[in-house]
């Protein structure tokens, strides 16, 4: 439990004591426990009310699934975690478990915080009385005789294995597969965070790290291949699944020989999930993510995975507007790789080109030599990959990536000319049915003509380039460089014609927020 957590409980405990010695009913406390707790530690009433009864959430539960027992219903499908999510405001229980948690605390759902009627049409207090809860817009708090008791015992976070995560990962994908318009919400996220948080406490916890079975290898390579050419909610759906069966595998001790290949399939799925929510805008997640990478690829003693997702990391700061810690992180990764032949050691120099050209802007002759050096030693390195690294997209490093990232670097540092012959090659080594870095390199190649004085050529490059995408293949760092390319334009050429039709098709197409600008994106 967690200093918050702790503070916030013995709170809630001084409360409830107090409240039982004068003889307050429990609704009366948990009504209390929200007054007290709710500015400090953000308490939910849903969460009051089992701090009223000074029980775990194994209690709760318990008591939810004898309820289905008793109306002759099979076993729930919840647990600790979906009823943690519940209490953190990260989930709203649907009609059935709204109505147990009502039944099972004895009141009705304002009382907990929810709006609307319970789906059974009857008040909760008694069993079969018709009532409300509420008076005058508060919770009835006069004292029950048959409230519910159960025997407290200390507060038990434990986890339930996530069936309930992966559920709402699993109804997404079917959506997404059946054509549905489907939006990162905040469901999915707690889902996808949920999991994450379960890696976490598995790694931490375990002293010998379990293995995976050698399908779940090709599977988590085979998402490494969809990275450049899979919409990325339904890319994370499909991840997010795998990350959670390698958890559950890492929860049973296996031979000390096969733990080395789990822990760089953790690190794998969790820097690859990193990644999707770079694309997908949720920059603070995608951090989180990296976290997990770096703790599961800590396991493995291997200098090039370590340095693999610290160079991956340091692309959140990159695009989301601290360079300097872009660099930072760049430089930790090239000394990690140290004289390892890997794939960071062609990322991290790249990346540090970029910032350079971030921090101190175009033109400045020594920054472009400096950024031009750097680039000089990522092409050095690059050479010295093996031939299955160079092949690889997302685990290792490609020619094309290569291309695509030095005619960004160049963008960014003014050098247009010399920018766009790099991007127009990088262009020509992609696929078909790649999508992601071939679209923004079509931006930096309209960036490039801006440059150059060309604003209509601009418009036309990046209005052709919105244009082509679906819906799907639009997420929310790719608009954002899109929007870019419009302000560019718009400082260059303020009243140009087209400009006005370019603006009027980016919007409403991204979820455009302060926190989360963009200077760069895809692989």
Not at 62 to 83: M, N
Not at 151 to 169: F, K, R, T, W, Y
Not at 253 to 264: A, G, K, M, S, T
């Amino acid at each position: 439990m967690s200093g918050r957590q702790h503070r916030e409980t013995e709170l809630a405990r001084q409360v409830r004591a107090r409240g039982l010695a004068v003889g307050k009913s429990s609704a009366q406390i948990a009504e209390e426990i929200y007054e007290k707790c709710n500015s400090q530690f953000g308490t939910t009433r849903v969460k009051g009310h089992r701090l009223a009864h000074g029980v775990a959430l194994a209690d709760v539960i318990e008591q939810i699934r004898a309820l289905f027992e008793r109306d002759g219903k099979s076993a729930p499908g919840i647990g600790e975690t979906l009823l943690s999510a519940y209490e953190s405001g990260l989930k709203r229980p649907g009609p059935e478990y709204l109505h147990y948690l009502c039944s099972a605390y004895r009141v009705e759902p304002a009382s907990l915080g929810y709006d609307g009627p319970c789906i059974c049409g009857h008040g909760h207090r008694m069993p079969g009385v018709v009532r409300g809860d509420l008076q005058d817009g508060r919770p009835d708090t006069s004292p029950d005789p048959r409230e519910l008791l159960i025997q407290p015992i200390g507060l038990d976070l434990s986890a339930d294995g996530g069936e309930e995560d992966e559920n709402v990962l699993r109804r997404t994908l079917l959506q997404l597969l059946a054509g549905s318009g489907i939006v990162l919400d905040g469901q999915v996220l707690g889902s996808v965070e949920s999991i994450r948080r379960r890696m976490d406490d598995t790694l931490v916890s375990a002293t010998v790290s379990p293995a995976m079975l050698d399908q779940w290898e090709e599977s988590t390579i085979g998402f490494g291949r969809q990275y450049m050419n899979t919409p990325p909610l339904r890319l994370l759906c499909d991840v997010m699944l795998e990350f959670s069966a390698v958890r559950k595998a890492m929860e049973r001790r296996q031979p000390v020989d096969l733990q080395e290949r789990l822990c760089r399939m953790a690190a794998q799925l969790a820097g690859l999930s990193g990644m999707i929510m770079v694309n997908l805008g949720d920059h603070r997640l995608a951090r989180s993510f990296f976290r997990t990478g770096r703790t599961a690829a800590d396991e493995t003693g291997d200098r090039a995975l370590r340095a693999w997702v610290t160079a991956r990391e340091a692309l959140v700061p990159l695009y989301y507007g601290d360079p300097r810690e872009a660099l930072n992180l760049a430089k930790k990764s090239r000394d990690l790789a140290g004289q390892t032949p890997c794939a960071a050691q062609a990322m991290a120099p790249v990346v540090e080109a970029r910032a350079l050209a971030m921090m101190s802007g175009a033109g400045k002759k020594d920054v472009v030599d400096q950024a031009k050096r750097a680039l000089s030693r990522a092409r050095a390195a690059f050479s010295q990959m093996t031939a299955a690294d160079q092949d690889d997209a997302t685990f290792g490093y490609t020619e094309r990536q290569l291309y695509f990232h030095q005619g960004d670097a160049l963008v960014k540092l003014g050098q247009a000319m010399e920018a766009d012959l790099i991007l127009e090659q990088a262009l020509t080594k992609y696929g078909p049915t790649d999508w992601l870095d071939p679209t923004f390199i079509k931006f930096d190649r309209a960036q490039c003509k801006i440059l150059e004085g060309d604003v209509d050529e601009a418009l036309e490059i990046a209005q052709s380039t919105i244009s082509g995408l679906d819906e799907a293949c639009r997420p929310d760092i790719l608009m954002q460089r899109a929007h870019e390319v419009g302000r560019q334009a718009e400082v260059k050429a303020p009243g140009h014609p087209k400009l006005k039709v370019y603006l009027e098709s980016l919007r409403g197409r991204s979820a455009w927020t302060d926190d989360a600008v963009a200077d760069g994106g895809g692989s």
